[in-house]
């Protein structure tokens, strides 16, 4: 058997697959970023349901089978198959979230008191900062598998773990004290937007849960 042939029955690294549907989720979140960002400067209720959020679930599902695939066929080299399967979860809830969000933000805006505009701001301009933070890391990360010896990665990752982890910490503190903002605005506002309002800080506080857990995936991986 020559060696075409050979290497034709085992299936390619689960890695490169991994790491695409990673930047499918990125691409995502910073999208749902910018959309949380425009919700402040319209004056339209309502909102059509965007383009990007139609694809992204297909494109994600794709990937994930294409994941799978490789992990049930032989390869010429181990797979840490546990791992790689935790940090698809991880990436499958984080897009679970993206699309319950921004399917959110398809509703109506809810009509807010002067102070929580303000903090309503605040939030997403930092929540703009997580991410973009986050996506420095993993491109910063994927950089290192490549060009340095293994304790100066684990160095290094160490770092990209300990300030995303900072910027998603402050974040959690944001969302916990506009929360409390709301609860306190409870008469000024409606009750649909109270709910909707909260709701949507319920699952942005989530994202954070699920973005460290990812990062902290991509250190063991």
Known sequence: ???????????????KPLSQHRQVVLDALVLLSRQLQSRLTTDQQWHKRAKWLVDFPPAVEKLGQEILAR?????LTAQPRGLV????????NLAHLICRLAERLT???????????CSEERLNQHFASVVNSLRYGVSKQDGLGMVVFRKQRSQALLEVNQEVTIAVDELQEIISAFKGEVFQSEGELDPLDMALLLLSLEDMD??????????????QL
């Open 71 to 75: 992990l049930n066929q032989p390869t």
């Open 206 to 219: 989530d994202l954070t849960l699920w973005i460290r857990s990812m990062v902290i995936h991509m250190h």
């Open 85 to 92: 399967l935790s940090l698809l979860q991880t990436q499958n």
């Open 107 to 117: 509703y109506r805006t809810p009509k807010l008191t002067g102070d929580l505009q």
């Open 1 to 15: 058997m020559d060696l075409t042939t050979f290497t034709s029955l085992f299936s390619g690294s689960v890695y």
